[in-house]
């Protein structure tokens, strides 16, 4: 490709024109074929004189860039949320959750994109005083709510453990059934958690449940194995759904806390790196790439999640904008103290204005003074705290106490209606959930958001 010019009697735009090609785009093309491009997304190389509009090179293939420039639009949209958010310092051990979807294999390969740009980096360093970050996957398995045959399921999961263990340098990958949160016996731990869903009536309050052993299921493993932070692939799309969601089921007070990058309420923080990128960006991203995928769960979806979904996916084909409109809308929500890490031994090696990212706060200090419920791990409001004050100073028992520290929507939806079917409720929760009801009213209102 060449342009005109703009001297003498050219047409002074500076446009190129396809058949004075000097060379510039073979070698797009060139490049383009590296990238396994298949299918019908890529335009490259038809000759139509579509052109990129970021590099000029013939061919666009999303949003009006080559597969290349598309490419590396992504990556730094990962990597800008990484570095000004203080995500990942280099003496930390990182979990990818990682589901097989689009949006976590992304964003495990782009970590290790990262990973490795950190080692050259520190090989080539003479002092070698930083430490390269760690990484390692985790894979919930919750097949045992799935339609699929259980030996296309194991299948599946073969090709995870395949797509992690050609990762150089090695990641540890965990694989755990979703009913170990219950119980470490499996056929205990099955019937427990069966037993608990078969006790939720409510179908949108199951979705919800089981969403919350996941993390707690996550959480149990970063803590086992030595993790400091844990990473979500949830994108635009997903928080936007959740955004909808949560106001409908009456967590508007709480959803601030679930539309930042930083969520440090429980012992291990999660990081969305991801939070800027689009679901149709990442799919074909792993089209682009040839990334396979995996679907594992595949049951009837009902409930407010599901209408939600299908809501903000018609929104979405009107105008591709929605959704990140919805996500900038919630994010201008005033953000909970959790949301920022906690000053530590790596905010010396910071620039300035990384710094504000951090609480000043002293390690061993809790950043936390809002009373969490035990089930989601929303903040209770103030309706809530004082209904909780009231109720804990005449309860007799642990289940009351229990019931008065879970916010109104997972009392509604999720916690079973009578005194008897609560107790047995309460009784075969994990005990991961039961241990997070706090003892006393030890908060400072003064200090809430």
């Known amino acids: 490709m060449a342009s005109c010019g703009g001297d003498g009697g050219g047409c002074q735009s500076h446009c190129r024109r396809p058949e004075e090609d000097d060379g510039a785009a073979e070698g797009a093309r060139e ?11 890529s335009t490259a190389g038809t000759g139509d004189g579509v052109w990129c509009s970021k590099c000029g090179a013939e061919g666009r293939y999303y949003n009006g860039l080559c597969a290349a ?12 949320a990484v570095t000004s958010n203080a995500m990942i310092s280099p003496t930390d051990n990182v979990l990818v959750a990682f589901s097989g979807g689009p949006a976590s294999r992304v964003a495990l390969q782009f970590v290790h994109e990262m990973q490795g740009k ?23 398995d919750d097949s045992i709510f799935s339609l699929n045959p259980s030996d296309e399921t194991e299948k599946a999961i073969e ?16 694989v755990i059934p979703i009913q170990n949160i219950c119980s470490l016996s499996p056929e205990n731990g099955r019937s427990r958690l069966n037993e608990l869903l078969e006790m939720i009536s409510d179908a949108t309050g199951k979705d919800d449940f089981l969403h919350y052993l996941r993390m707690l299921s996550l959480q149990k493993i970063a ?27 009456g967590q508007g007070y709480s959803l601030p806390a679930d539309v930042q990058y930083v969520d440090a309420r429980l012992e291990v923080p999660v990081v969305l790196p991801l939070r800027d990128c689009l679901a149709q960006e990442l799919r074909t991203l792993c089209h682009l790439d040839g990334f396979k995928t995996q679907q594992l769960l595949e049951r009837p979806c009902t409930g407010i999640n599901s209408l939600v979904s299908s809501f903000v996916a018609r929104l979405q084909e009107e105008n591709p ?17 959790f949301n920022k890490f906690i000053e530590n031994s790596y905010h010396d090696f910071l620039p300035s204005r990384l710094r504000c990212k951090f609480q ?4 061993g200090e809790s950043s936390l003074s809002d009373v969490l419920c035990p089930i989601c791990g929303s903040p209770l409001n103030e309706s809530e705290l004082q209904c909780l004050e009231s109720i804990q100073s005449k309860a007799e028992k642990k289940v009351e106490i229990f019931a008065a520290h879970c916010c109104k929507s997972c009392s ?3 916690l079973p209606k009578g005194e008897a079917s609560l107790e047995h409720f309460y009784s075969v929760l994990p005990q991961s959930i039961t241990e997070r009801m706090k003892d006393g009213l030890c908060f400072d209102r003064s200090q809430l958001r």
Do not use: M
């Open 31 to 41: 490049r383009l074929d590296s990238l396994h491009v298949t299918g019908d997304y």
């Open 69 to 80: 420039c598309f490419r590396v639009s992504v990556y730094n949209k990962f990597k800008l």
């Open 118 to 140: 950190s080692l050259k980096s520190w090989d080539a360093s003479k002092s070698q005083a930083l430490p390269v970050f760690g990484v390692g996957v985790a894979f919930i």
């Open 159 to 174: 090709e995870i453990r395949s797509v992690v263990s050609n990762l150089t340098p090695h990641k540890e990958l965990h």
């Open 223 to 249: 803590l086992d194995k030595g993790y400091s932070k844990i990473l979500l692939g949830s994108c635009t799309s997903t928080i936007a759904r959740h955004i909808l969601s949560a106001t409908v089921k």
């Open 321 to 337: 904008s929605r959704e990140r409109t919805i996500v900038r809308t919630a994010a201008k929500l005033r953000p909970f103290g």
């Open 360 to 363: 000043n706060v002293k390690n």
């Open 412 to 414: 509604f939806q999720i």
